[in-house]
């Protein structure tokens, strides 16, 4: 009888499923992906599916995006968790996020997707009010008890062009407000000083302008690849945000 269990065994060890199989090998590195203002973490979906159907371990931040600091504080509660060195991945206002908790020892790499990378002494805001000639602002509203949202008659448009009108829409509808603390809040660490940076640079982008981005990946030194696209990418081109990533995560190696 033992010996026939022992058989059912190896048996069943030897014939494990297709799917099993064909798994991607454990890689070296996880990702955790930092989302920015007036949207949730959700919007990563498509490529957290990729990304982890590819082998990675990948963690999601949820953040307030009330202060600064307090996002910087629940992306390096995500870090910690992380059981491998980390990739770690911002878009848009997150780059602000990741570039001030991304001085985590932890941390091998920057990625910035249609993302700010603010300096030491400079705010979001800073950045924002640059002028752009020739480039469209992000159009928000006049503050509202401590808080920026888009214009809802212009989200569309400036945020998610390329994006299903029907998840465009919702992503309108449920629009996260924007604490002015997290907007203001003058960086007193600047993390792509120290470490390698990525960043995918939108063309089509409304909400922060290509000459912007440009600018801010070039003072970083950053390894950058242009993508016709609007601000949100990662929902509009997921393929090629996930590949990028992928591509940082084996030149973090």
């Given at each position: 009888?033992?010996?026939?269990?022992?058989?059912?065994?190896?048996?069943?060890?030897?014939?494990?499923?297709?799917?099993?199989?064909?798994?991607?090998?454990?890689?070296?590195?996880?990702?955790?992906?930092?989302?920015?203002?007036?949207?949730?973490?959700?919007?990563?979906?498509?490529?957290?599916?990729?990304?982890?159907?590819?082998?990675?371990?990948?963690?999601?931040?949820?953040?307030?995006?009330?202060?600064?600091?307090?996002?910087?504080?629940?992306?390096?509660?995500?870090?910690?968790?992380?059981?491998?060195?980390?990739?770690?991945?911002?878009?848009?206002?997150?780059?602000?996020?990741?570039?001030?908790?991304?001085?985590?020892?932890?941390?091998?790499?920057?990625?910035?997707?249609?993302?700010?990378?603010?300096?030491?002494?400079?705010?979001?805001?800073?950045?924002?009010?640059?002028?752009?000639?020739?480039?469209?602002?992000?159009?928000?509203?006049?503050?509202?008890?401590?808080?920026?949202?888009?214009?809802?008659?212009?989200?569309?448009?400036?945020?998610?062009?390329?994006?299903?009108?029907?998840?465009?829409?919702?992503?309108?509808?449920s629009q996260v407000p924007w604490g002015?603390?997290?907007?203001?809040?003058?960086?007193?660490?600047?993390?792509?000083?120290?470490?390698?940076?990525?960043?995918?640079?939108?063309?089509?982008?409304?909400?922060?302008?290509?000459?912007?981005?440009?600018?801010?990946?070039?003072?970083?030194?950053?390894?950058?690849?242009?993508?016709?696209?609007?601000?949100?990418?990662?929902?509009?081109?997921?393929?090629?945000?996930?590949?990028?990533?992928?591509?940082?995560?084996?030149?973090?190696?």
């Amino acid at each position: 009888m033992k010996h026939l269990i022992a058989g059912v065994l190896l048996a069943m060890a030897t014939t494990a499923s297709p799917a099993a199989q064909a798994r991607a090998p454990d890689k070296p590195v996880s990702i955790v992906l930092v989302h920015g203002a007036f949207v949730d973490a959700s919007g990563w979906k498509s490529v957290y599916d990729i990304l982890t159907k590819d082998g990675y371990e990948v963690l999601v931040v949820q953040n307030p995006t009330v202060t600064l600091e307090g996002d910087a504080e629940a992306t390096r509660q995500v870090i910690a968790k992380a059981t491998k060195p980390v990739l770690l991945v911002g878009h848009s206002y997150g780059g602000a996020v990741i570039t001030l908790a991304g001085d985590d020892p932890k941390v091998k790499s920057l990625v910035y997707i249609a993302a700010y990378e603010p300096d030491v002494g400079e705010s979001v805001y800073d950045l924002a009010t640059r002028p752009h000639p020739g480039e469209e602002a992000a159009p928000l509203l006049p503050p509202a008890d401590g808080f920026l949202l888009v214009d809802p008659a212009k989200f569309p448009t400036s945020f998610a062009a390329d994006v299903d009108a029907s998840t465009t829409r919702f992503m309108n509808a449920s629009q996260v407000p924007w604490g002015l603390r997290a907007v203001q809040f003058k960086l007193t660490k600047a993390a792509w000083k120290n470490k390698p940076v990525h960043h995918m640079l939108t063309l089509d982008d409304h909400m922060i302008p290509p000459s912007l981005q440009h600018f801010m990946a070039s003072r970083a030194k950053a390894k950058v690849v242009e993508i016709r696209s609007s601000h949100a990418v990662m929902l509009s081109h997921p393929k090629e945000v996930a590949a990028f990533i992928e591509t940082a995560a084996a030149d973090a190696n």
